[in-house]
């Protein structure tokens, strides 16, 4: 499996926004769907963002489109989530994860990084 580390997540105010970033070490980075989750205190995780493997394929929660873009660089083995239009209810603990599926469900993925929790205040 991959190791997934996230970065990127702070502080910022209502309209601003983050890249965040994921790190993957391991050689069978390219073959994983990669998604992006978030989980704020007393919810439950809930799915963001995910691109394919090769990058060609995307989907977003609704919520986010046209405010949140995912990328992927396999010659970096990065993940990234640009966000834009950033509101108070975005605040979470962001995580990426990889899954060999295409899937909103985070029991279909296999691997977790720890996280980066984003503040908006508004």
């Known amino acids: 499996q991959v190791q997934l580390v996230e970065s990127g997540g702070g502080l910022v105010q209502a309209g601003g926004s983050l890249r965040l970033s994921c790190a993957a070490s391991?050689?069978?980075?390219?073959?994983?769907?990669m998604g992006w989750f978030r989980q704020a205190p007393g919810k439950e995780r809930e799915f963001v963002a995910a691109?394919?493997?090769?990058?060609?394929?995307?989907k977003y929660v609704d919520s986010v489109k046209g405010r949140f873009t995912v990328s992927r660089d396999n010659a970096k083995n990065t993940v990234s989530l640009q966000m834009l239009s950033l509101k108070p209810e975005d605040t979470a603990v962001y995580y990426c994860?990889?899954?060999?599926?295409?899937?909103?469900?985070?029991?279909?993925?296999?691997?977790w990084g720890r996280g980066t929790r984003v503040t908006v205040s508004s």
């Open positions: 691109v394919t493997w090769n990058g060609a394929g995307t």
């Open positions: 391991g050689r069978s980075f390219n073959i994983y769907n």
């Open positions: 994860a990889a899954s060999t599926g295409w899937s909103t469900s985070p029991a279909d993925y296999v691997s």
